[in-house]
């Protein structure tokens, strides 16, 4: 009888192991906790992965381009690893992907935030490797809050920017939160391909991305109403902020030398601009 009641338990036991998954994937990954904190933390995949993580079920992910997805993520609460660091009381965070992208979240907008590592139940490392091993989830913000790849969190004792200090193109101004990518992450972006005519009178088709979006990501508060592309050479022009909202085809485009330019099919030439490092909107 002790032998059947051992042989249950063994078997038990497997089925438990089996019912639990793969253990945590391999992940050379670190994530940084700096900025106003009383102990900077430096955390790898595998710590992460020891700490207690909480489930958020059925969240909405709303997009700035495409449809709202629903889904369930699993990861380390951040406000344990704010804790963690010493961050007291802090206005925002900063938070930083590894391919140069930063935006800033308020202090409110991150409740019930995780950086998780599993979504739907299964490993991001194993399952969307271009959007893991982590990614910063915070179910009251739209996704461009959702920052993928997530390697560094810095806390700020007041707003700060969330424009990192090598930005190609950035968005400033009268916004909810300042923007601004490396030219990797822009290019990395959504891209589409719109035809336009150049100063020549000639036809030609550009690749980049949609201006309402990158916009989008900064929030421009109620009472904006223009925009201003600033290029490399201190050119600036101006454009009502309407006007891009609404068009379907106004991208900042990807030059073959490097760098961007504004391409606004139908609009006046003066607003094609040429080396465009900044979008402003008052």
């Known amino acids: 009888m002790l032998r059947k009641v051992s042989v249950v338990l063994v078997l038990l036991m497997l089925l438990s192991l089996v019912g639990c998954g793969s253990s945590a994937p391999q992940v050379d990954w670190t994530l940084k906790v700096g900025g106003v904190v009383s102990?900077?933390?430096?955390?790898?995949?595998?710590?992460?992965a020891k700490m207690?993580?909480?489930?958020?079920?059925?969240?909405l992910m709303e997009k700035s381009r495409g449809e709202d997805t629903?889904?369930?993520w699993s990861g380390v609460l951040l406000t344990d690893l704010l804790a963690k660091a010493g961050a007291g009381d802090y206005a925002t965070i900063t938070a930083i992907a590894g391919d140069g992208y930063a935006i800033e979240v308020n202090k409110d907008?991150?409740?019930n935030a995780i950086v998780a590592l599993k979504e739907n139940g299964k490993w991001i490392?194993?399952?969307d490797k271009d959007h893991g091993p982590i990614r910063l989830v915070t179910p009251k913000t739209p996704a461009n809050r959702w920052v993928?790849?997530?390697?560094?969190?810095q806390v700020n004792q007041q707003g700060g920017s969330g424009v990192p200090a090598n930005a190609a193109l950035k968005v400033?101004?009268?916004?909810?939160?300042?923007?601004?990518?490396?030219?990797?992450k822009v290019r990395s972006m959504d891209a589409i391909q719109v035809e336009s005519t150049n100063k020549q009178g000639?036809?030609?088709?550009?690749?980049?991305?949609?201006?309402?979006?990158?916009?989008?990501?900064?929030d421009p508060k109620g009472d904006a109403t223009t925009v201003v592309f600033v290029a490399d050479d201190g050119f600036t022009a101006e454009v009502p902020l309407a006007d891009l909202e609404a068009c379907q085809d106004c991208i900042v485009s990807f030059r073959d030398g490097g760098g961007f330019s504004t391409v606004l099919p139908g609009f006046a030439t003066t607003v094609q601009v040429k080396g465009v490092v900044e979008i402003q909107v008052k």
């Open 125 to 127: 490392a194993e399952t």
């Open 109 to 111: 907008e991150l409740e």
């Open 148 to 153: 993928f790849q997530l390697q560094e969190i």
């Open 52 to 59: 207690p993580q909480t489930d958020l079920k059925d969240v």
């Open 39 to 48: 102990s900077p933390l430096s955390v790898t995949f595998a710590d992460l």
């Open 172 to 184: 400033t101004g009268n916004v909810e939160v300042e923007v601004g990518w490396t030219e990797e």
């Open 70 to 72: 629903v889904g369930s």
């Open 202 to 218: 000639e036809a030609q088709t550009y690749t980049g991305v949609l201006i309402s979006d990158l916009i989008g990501k900064a």
